[in-house]
């Protein structure tokens, strides 16, 4: 059955404790593949999803979550995830775009600091909130979740090229049978949209 945007939308729920089970590609590309359809600055081809499964799951959580702290992580379901995805782009792709002929009016293709707002990271939500509805539609569990001080380690660890940004990290796979735990942030619960639209300015 076709679910509709609003109900994936309202449906949709982050996950932290995954079923290791594998999934398989038909279910999984499908949803790596929502990433790329995304909207994009100048149509720049700068994403790039680092995709990681089975061992190399374990290496990313080597890297970012040291034995020695896992006894006390409020989460232990989310190391489970058999997939994760670290969201990678070139910065200096928008840069090269921005100089192309059709752009180079905008002043953007002198440098990354000529972007009063830096599009690169922009697109990297856009193609992570793409991949948690592809996920939610496919049936699965995904989380969104930033590097925060392990960014540079996470490159080096899985060969990212100098110059390009891992913004975050998308943890996908079947939800764990059972009740799971609301996070904290989860408990605010959600505002009425109508608070924060501002038709016609700010008043």
């Known amino acids: 059955m076709t679910r509709s945007l609003s109900d994936l939308l309202a449906s949709r729920r982050m996950?932290?404790?995954?079923?290791?089970?594998?999934?398989?590609?038909?279910?999984?590309d499908p949803v790596l593949a929502a990433a790329f359809a995304g909207p994009r600055a100048g149509n720049t081809h700068g994403i790039h999803l680092v995709v990681l499964e089975d061992a190399e799951c374990a290496r990313y959580w080597d890297v970012t979550l040291p034995e020695e702290r896992r006894s006390g992580f409020r989460w232990p379901g989310l190391l489970r995830a058999?997939?994760?995805?670290?969201?990678?782009?070139?910065?200096e792709a928008y840069v090269r775009r921005y100089g192309e002929s059709d752009k180079v009016g905008s002043g953007l293709g002198s440098s990354a600091e000529a972007w009063a707002v830096p599009y690169w990271f922009v697109d990297a939500g856009s193609a992570a909130m793409?991949?948690?509805?592809?996920?939610?539609?496919?049936?699965?569990?995904?989380?969104?979740?930033?590097?925060?001080?392990?960014?540079?380690?996470?490159?080096?660890?899985f060969g990212v090229p100098a110059g390009f940004r891992a913004v975050g990290t998308l943890a996908l796979g079947r939800r764990a049978?059972?009740?799971?735990?609301a996070s904290r942030s989860a408990t605010r619960g959600r505002p009425d949209p109508l608070e924060f639209l501002h038709r016609g300015g700010w008043a």
Do not use: K, N
């Not at 996950?15 to 999984?28: G, K, T």
């Open 15 to 28: 996950c932290r404790d995954f079923s290791p089970e594998p999934i398989s590609s038909d279910i999984l």
């Open 82 to 91: 058999p997939v994760l995805a670290v969201v990678v782009v070139d910065v």
């Open 130 to 157: 793409a991949v948690l509805l592809a996920a939610e539609a496919a049936g699965l569990g995904a989380l969104w979740f930033a590097l925060f001080d392990h960014e540079a380690a996470v490159a080096e660890e």
């Open 177 to 181: 049978p059972g009740p799971s735990e």
